[in-house]
């Protein structure tokens, strides 16, 4: 088993809703969470605005599709950990997506 990293965006400039939807958004993403099982290695966190991006030519704000937050499962392959970022509820967010990358041990 190898440990994948999902990746989650979301358009920042949708509004996080009242109560009530925040309150079905984090059943949903418990939810998916428990169907993992002992595959889910670290739920992560949500990411906050005004991330910054550093390079040898100094550093800027992103804006192009900043990440919204991360979660680390463990899955016997990539497509396996693909297959099961399908269910992520970041999805049902507008310009939601997830990037899977395969950790490497070092």
Request: charged share 20%; aromatic share 10%.
């Amino acid at each position: 088993m190898k440990n994948y990293v999902y990746i989650y965006y979301a358009d920042p400039g949708q509004a996080m809703g009242d109560e009530d939807q925040m309150a079905a958004m984090k059943k949903m993403w418990m939810d998916w969470f428990g169907s993992m099982g002992d595959k889910l290695v670290d739920g992560g966190n949500p990411f906050g605005p005004g991330a910054k991006a550093v390079s040898k030519d100094g550093v800027m704000d992103v804006k192009e599709m900043p990440a919204t937050g991360y979660s680390i499962v463990k899955a016997e392959s990539h497509d396996q950990a693909v297959e099961w970022s399908k269910g992520c509820p970041v999805l049902q967010q507008p310009g939601g997506a997830v990037c899977v990358y395969e950790t490497m041990p070092m």
